[in-house]
């Protein structure tokens, strides 16, 4: 599965008005990335681990001759690990690092849903979890269809240790 990022369509507007988010499945949940943070959907590549780096930093790959970081997101959010299978891939995202430059990454996630527009009316704040629950690198809570899907701030995931 591969799709690059001039086959998939930018964001329409400012940080979480109207937009289209990709969305995809994490331990059974549904989470949503902004659609111009993503360079590219690639199925699993031979994953080169590298030592003394986080359980969640799986390893670095070689794309087409650039060496990237690779992120097992479901590590990242402590869920229990999970063997890959067929429908899982790697999305390849381009974040903003602390002195403005660009960075890539790849991150590792069980299945990729769709691309969706989500206004400004189905996305709602994140409520007030205690003092002691991080919650901002959540942009949002996108309601529909039944259900909920975090929309996730991908530059503060990736910042922070």
């Given amino acids: 599965m591969l799709v690059k990022r001039?086959?998939?369509?930018?964001?329409?507007s400012g940080r979480i008005g109207a937009e289209k988010f990709l969305t995809f499945k994490l331990a059974g949940q549904e989470y949503g990335l902004e659609i111009h943070k993503v360079r590219e959907i690639i199925g699993l590549h031979d994953i080169t681990f590298v030592?003394?780096?986080p359980e969640y930093v799986k390893g670095v790959i070689n794309l087409r001759g650039k060496v990237?970081?690779?992120?097992?997101?479901?590590l990242r959010f402590g869920f229990p690990p999970e063997s890959y299978h067929e429908r899982t891939c790697i999305i390849v995202v381009e974040t903003d690092t602390h002195d403005d430059q660009r960075e890539v990454n790849g991150l590792v996630v069980d299945a990729v849903?769709?691309?969706?527009?989500i206004d400004s009316g189905q996305i709602e704040a994140t409520p007030p979890m205690g003092s002691e629950i991080k919650t901002d690198y959540i942009l949002?809570?996108?309601?529909g269809q039944g259900t909920v899907r975090i929309?996730?701030?991908i530059d503060r995931i990736l910042k922070e240790n």
């Avoid at 849903?113 to 527009?117: C, D, F, K, R």
């Avoid at 949002?140 to 309601?143: R, T």
Wanted: aromatic share 0%; net charge negative; glycine share 6%.
């Fill in 113 to 117: 849903s769709e691309v969706l527009n």
């Fill in 151 to 153: 929309l996730l701030d």
């Fill in 6 to 12: 001039g086959d998939v369509p930018e964001a329409e």
């Fill in 51 to 53: 030592p003394q780096t």
């Fill in 140 to 143: 949002g809570l996108a309601k």
């Fill in 68 to 74: 990237i970081p690779v992120i097992d997101l479901r």
